[in-house]
């Protein structure tokens, strides 16, 4: 069965360092999305991305936030200076026409900042 | 702004038996409401959905109730199986217009109990 697949499974950064978030969505799917979990509340929104360009962002995605589908394959997200609250499981997403069709998530990235 | 709520935090059920996990909505602009599972250190696994022009959809051994005028939801499982121990979270989206954006519940965690 196709998966998303993310990269690395778990991430600990320095607080203010650069960390680049990987994802390879299934091959035929068109809409790409991250969402973000801190330890012990809920799945959050964070942006959604279709055509090569952002469709919609949440105020958790500020400008210390982007992201990118670099080619064909990979869908990154790239958090500039991060800071302790940005520690959270980070799942990429991709759906083959939107939300009712079920998104197929990822396993994670868990971001640790320290 | 909790716009979906998952009011029981865990639930236990003995095998067999049928597992009945609510969610309530505030935002009477979701369109379509889903339902995920999660095992740890998984993302989350597309389970079942319903639009909000129905008010049952089944699927196997899974149902979703929708009552519109309560906002309410709630998935059945029955007969409920060991290998249903995880965290299930609601889900809900405005009208899909190609990639709207999934509001999560907090989630309920349900043990099945052998």
């Known amino acids: 069965e196709p998966e998303v697949t993310q990269t690395p499974s778990h991430q600990v950064t320095q607080m203010g360092q650069e960390v680049i978030l990987r994802c390879v969505p299934i091959?035929?799917?068109?809409?790409f999305y991250w969402y973000r979990q801190i330890l012990g509340q809920k799945v959050e929104f964070l942006v959604s991305?279709?055509?090569?360009?952002?469709?919609?962002k949440s105020e958790i995605f500020d400008d210390q936030f982007s992201v990118e589908r670099p080619d064909g394959s990979n869908f990154t997200l790239k958090i500039r200076s991060t800071k302790l609250e940005d520690s959270a499981m980070y799942f990429c997403a991709s759906s083959p026409r939107g939300t009712n069709y079920g998104y197929t998530f990822g396993s994670g990235t868990r971001l640790t900042v320290v | 702004d909790q716009q979906v709520k998952q009011n029981s935090p865990s639930l236990s059920v003995q095998e067999g038996r049928i597992s009945i996990l609510n969610c309530d909505y505030t935002?009477?602009?979701?369109?379509?409401f889903l339902w995920y599972k999660k095992y740890p250190a998984e993302g989350p696994t597309f389970l079942i959905s319903?639009?909000?022009?129905?008010d049952k959809n089944e699927d196997g051994r899974f149902t979703v109730f929708l009552n519109k005028s309560a906002k309410h939801l709630s998935l059945h499982i029955v007969p409920s199986q060991p290998g249903d121990s995880a965290v299930y979270f609601c889900?809900?989206?405005?009208?899909?217009?190609?990639?709207?954006?999934?509001?999560f519940g907090t989630g309920t965690r349900l043990t099945i109990i052998p």
């Open positions: 319903i639009s909000s022009i129905k």
């Open positions: 991305f279709y055509n090569n360009e952002i469709s919609e």
């Open positions: 935002n009477s602009m979701f369109d379509y």
């Open positions: 889900a809900a989206s405005g009208a899909n217009f190609g990639n709207e954006k999934l509001t």
């Open positions: 091959s035929n799917h068109l809409y």
